[in-house]
């Protein structure tokens, strides 16, 4: 390396060392100016912490069926919070009938026979579990079961649903699979 490459090799190192440098006096700056400035002051205003708690406040509660409905408070529900609440309490979610269940969660299993669950509509699959009674699939179903035919899990992994939309939901796939 000859000596005017080394002297600027060593000209570009300073200058390179100045400018990193210089960035770090920068962003220290921005940051101790940055600490002190408005948002601090905007932060700690209980009407703007108010503001904030409105606008990620819930939009709404699920209702499960079969519990009682409990009213939104007022100012999820929208209103003023000096309004007088609703005059009339939210609905409860209507119960699901059987097709509608099997729909929504026994169509995973039940549709392609995933984990030794019988197909939907398959009576060779069916006898069997018919033989045992409606009573017992109504309990496994509720309760959940695992033989050596396969595993059914409480509900059908639904646990949301009520025992009645499960049962319902046993007798629709019953009722198709004769």
């Known amino acids: 390396m000859s000596n005017h490459d080394q002297n600027f090799f060593n000209l570009f190192m300073v200058v390179i060392g100045a400018l990193v440098g210089i960035t770090a006096v ?13 948002l601090a002051w905007v932060q700690a205003d209980p009407e703007y912490a108010a503001a904030v708690d409105k606008r990620i406040a819930p939009v709404g509660r699920v209702s499960i069926a079969g519990e009682e409905a409990v009213a939104e408070p007022a100012a999820v529900a929208g209103q ?4 007088a609440p609703a ?23 039940h549709g392609s026979g995933v984990a030794g669950a019988p197909k939907f509509g398959d009576a060779g699959a069916w006898k069997a579990r018919l033989a045992a009674g409606t009573d017992t699939l109504h309990k496994h ?7 050596a035919g396969g595993f059914m899990p409480p509900k059908g992994g639904r646990t949301d649903l009520s025992d009645a939309e499960v049962k319902s939901a046993v007798d629709f796939m019953v009722s198709k699979s004769r």
């Open 87 to 109: 005059a009339e309490a939210p609905a409860v979610a209507k119960a699901l009938d059987g097709e509608q269940v099997y729909n929504a969660a026994c169509v995973a299993c």
């Open 80 to 83: 003023a919070a000096d309004a």
């Open 141 to 147: 179903a509720v309760e959940g079961f695992q033989g």
């Open 26 to 38: 920068l962003i220290v700056t921005a940051r101790v100016v940055g600490g002190g400035t408005q």
